[in-house]
């Protein structure tokens, strides 16, 4: 499957953005699928992810009850709707999939994943 991240650019503190992830080459219906992202002299680090089966979804703490993943199976996207955005937020966000997972699990360590869209800027002014 090949993943396509689109949707990141410059906003301000406060504003919003909506991440999307597009899969090709197969559904990502039985997928389990998350987000992460680098910022500048960081390593990678999870943002949020949502589970093979159940839509489930996880986040780590900083961005709960700002960033909501959602999924689109007709358009075989993913997405990542960020608000209230901050200028910690500013990284490139990356989207990543896998098949292999337990069914109602959220992946939440990066090598847990096959594959990987290319990335996305995303810059959050103050």
């Known amino acids: 499957v090949q993943l396509q991240a689109s949707g990141g650019g410059l906003v301000q503190a406060g504003g919003s953005l909506r991440l999307s992830c597009a899969a090709s080459?197969?559904?990502?219906?039985?997928?389990?699928m998350g987000w992460f992202r680098q910022a500048p002299g960081k390593e990678r680090e999870f943002v949020g992810g949502?589970?093979?089966?159940?839509?489930?979804?996880y986040y780590r703490d900083s961005v709960k009850g700002r960033f909501t993943i959602s999924t689109d199976n007709g358009k075989n996207t993913l997405y990542l709707q960020m608000n209230s955005l901050e200028p910690e937020d500013t990284a490139i966000y990356f989207c990543?999939?896998?098949?292999?997972?337990?069914?109602?699990?959220?992946?939440?360590?990066?090598?847990?994943?096959?594959?990987w869209g290319q990335g996305t800027q995303v810059t959050v002014s103050s």
């Open positions: 990543a999939a896998t098949p292999r997972s337990p069914a109602t699990a959220v992946l939440t360590t990066g090598s847990a994943y096959d594959y």
């Open positions: 080459g197969r559904t990502f219906r039985d997928y389990a």
């Open positions: 949502i589970s093979r089966i159940g839509y489930r979804t």
